[in-house]
């Protein structure tokens, strides 16, 4: 783990989102990824991004944070696209969240006479299936989608997708909820209506009844007469339900389409991302690239992890006792970093290969060195510090005034703490870029084809247009070289 | 103690890995528990490196003192066939009921189907005894759907209530629901110290209280140490940075002066973070419910990992208790 893990030298191709929302001929983007990656974020600050670079963008969520929606101006799950305001630029936005027993009965309504409709949307199984149904969401996801197309009226489309018990889920669901509501299975149960007592159907009956005989005694004949009545009232609209999914289906192929993959750098995730990936090539389905939320960073990483912790280590021996400044070192965690715990003098201080100039040892043999407790025993002092020497007001004191040679020896400790809590700090960065690092390599390994924008990790989460139009930013510079650097 | 611990949370909270160490740490001193999942992800095995589970109970791990994890991966078709199975006798004609997309339509479809067929095989190991009228699993774990269908996934009763109102789903359901709404069930949620997940826990658990379910625990997972302590982050943010600076270079380290800004702006990202991690802390104390907290395993979670995850839990206290 030397400085130069840190940086991203990546040989992977970069994604180019502005190319990607500025291509004409990009009509839709689907955001797709495991649970908690940031898809809905990412949509949303695609869609400012894209609006406020001229084009006309509706983003349809699924399941949005409230804060979220609040973000877009969008607390009302209404099924509609909303013009959001503050979009600066001739560009517009619109947003709408997925209501999805709404869509299923707007389709319902769409492609029935009124009294066929009001019988289905009547059918306690319609009810329990268009509000419960595994793959509803997803299917309906899917239906919203070919509408908005269909109406032409948006320069680009871009859709965040369900929050799947797996990320295949969103491109299997649909294609199952077709094939069940013009399947086997589903005519079967029609046939007896249907088909009567046509003699050369009558094999089919002893089957069917034998079935229904079966589902009855475990669901109850009424769920069964239930499933019956439905099945018979949306007779016609089984074929448009199978066209409609297949069309989307083709919509999603076709080149007007691209396929962001949304993950962090963690294992799991990216494990999922490199299955999307695979999967939407077996789809045949346009994939844009891999948009990796909250890395980080650090802009002083030519300082290596193990160096940061040999000078703090190197403070920590020079450290003189004094219990009121003593607890600048750790916070109210026991911390668990390795490297803190063994402070012990058995094991001697990494020599920073950046520090040889100067080296670490004269700073320890010139301090008064009279104790050596470990930083670990000031858990209890740290409890109590707020009120006392580091408060903020400190900063304009003697210590400045003064300049270090002529600190006392109290407040000399005071800025030794201090620097060593930052590098120790700066270690656990470092630790956690060179894993982010690692976790990355693997995909990239995996799957080198794949261009990828690094989105440096925010410390909090986003409230308002000014904070998706921050990730906005990060998403079009995620694919420098340089690290992304201080969030 | 609930014999039947389930846990939820937002998705990329990490619950598997909270099931699989609470299974582990529920398994001391010579107890047994079953590990179960839902979703057909074969999460547990990716976390214990094994093969892929198959519908069956295999011991994964043992835990300290002689106990025993057992690990099942639950799948809908295959319980409806066993169920079917069990009460009908079908044998050859249960494979018909497949072909003709019979089993398929009834886990998949029919609502809440599937979910009694998957709490209630789960519900099963719970109540199971072995012949000499012991129980033969101290506590069943279930890495359960998350957070936001986890009220909906657990009260099957509504679900299917109003579908089949008689018959043995029906029947299947009211006993599922019987052990679910009991003592003997704690519903825990996982979540992390961020504003979205602990928004997401807060909602849940309000729902699982209007469904009248147990909630048990709230698991704040990936907890990352605080290095240093805030009112100093924030003295560094002030005018010591020439001090900082010369002692950088006592320290060893070359070229100091170019390193403190980007040290003190980290330092300064470090204490928003904090911050930000207070008030969830305070979001989830208002909440009043035994709290855990499991640090962050940086490199990924393997068996070793989930051994420490399981002593902490142990420590804490966790699963003891619930709400109900």
Known sequence: MTADTSGTDAAEAGLDTDALLDDPGIRIVVCCGSGGVGKTTTAAALGVRAAERGRKVVVLTIDPARRLAQSMGIDRLDNVPRRVDGIDGEGELHAMMLDMKRTFDETVEAHADAERARAILENPFYQSLSAGFAGTQEYMAMEKLGQLRARDEWDLIIVDTPPSRSALDFLDAPKRLGSFLDGKFIRLLMAPAKVGGRAGMKFLNVGMSMMSGTLGKLLGGQFLRDVQTFVAAMDTMFGGFRSRADATYKLLQAPGTAFLVVATPEQDALREAAYFVERLAAEKMPLAGLVLNRVHGSEASRLSAEQALAAAENLGDARIVDQRAGKAGLGDQEAPDPAVTSSGPTEPPLSPEAGQASGPEPAAEHQDTTENEPPHENIATSATTPDHAASPGRAASPADAAGPAGATADEAVGVEELTAGLLRLHAERMQVVAREHRTRDRFTALHPEVPVTAVAALPGDVHDLDGLRAIGDRLADGSAPAPAGAA | ?324
């Open chain 2, 1 to 324: 103690m609930s014999r039947f611990q389930v846990v939820s949370g937002k998705g990329g909270t990490g619950k598997t890995t909270v099931a699989a160490a609470l299974a582990l740490a529920l398994a001391t001193e010579g107890r047994r528990t079953l590990l179960v999942e839902v979703e057909g992800r074969q999460g547990i095995a990716q976390l214990f490196g094994s093969d892929a589970l198959p519908y069956e109970e295999r011991k994964i791990a043992v835990a300290p003192g002689g106990g025993e994890v057992y690990a099942l991966a639950i799948d809908a078709e295959r319980a409806l066939l066993d169920y079917l199975q069990m009460f009908y006798k079908l044998g050859s004609a249960g494979r018909a009921l497949k072909k003709l997309g019979a089993i398929d339509f009834a886990t998949t479809i029919a609502p809440g189907v599937r979910d009694v067929l998957l709490t209630g095989k789960a519900c099963e190991a719970v109540r199971r005894k072995d012949k000499q009228g012991r129980f033969v699993y101290d506590h069943v774990i279930m890495d359960a759907p998350p957070t936001g269908r986890i009220t909906r996934f657990l009260n099957v009763n509504d679900e299917v209530a109003g579908l089949a109102r008689i018959g043995p789903i029906y029947n299947q359901a009211q006993a599922v629901m019987r052990v679910l709404k009991s003592p003997q069930t704690a519903v825990h949620l996982v979540t992390l110290l961020e504003e979205m997940p602990v928004q997401e826990t807060a909602d849940g658990i309000a729902e699982l209280r209007a469904a009248e379910l147990p909630v048990g625990s709230v698991f704040v997972n990936m907890v990352r140490p605080h290095l240093l302590d805030e009112d100093a982050l924030r003295t560094a943010a002030g005018g010591r940075r020439k001090e900082i600076a010369k002692t950088l270079t006592r320290a060893g380290v070359t070229g100091s002066a170019a390193l403190v800004r980007p040290l003190v702006e980290q330092a300064a990202e470090h204490a928003e973070r904090v911050g930000l991690e207070r008030e969830q802390r305070a979001v989830l104390a208002g909440l009043g419910l035994p709290t855990a907290e499991l640090p962050l395993i940086g490199d990924g979670v393997d068996l070793a990992a989930l051994h420490d995850l399981a002593t902490e839990l142990r420590k804490q206290g966790a699963g003891e208790e619930g709400d109900a």
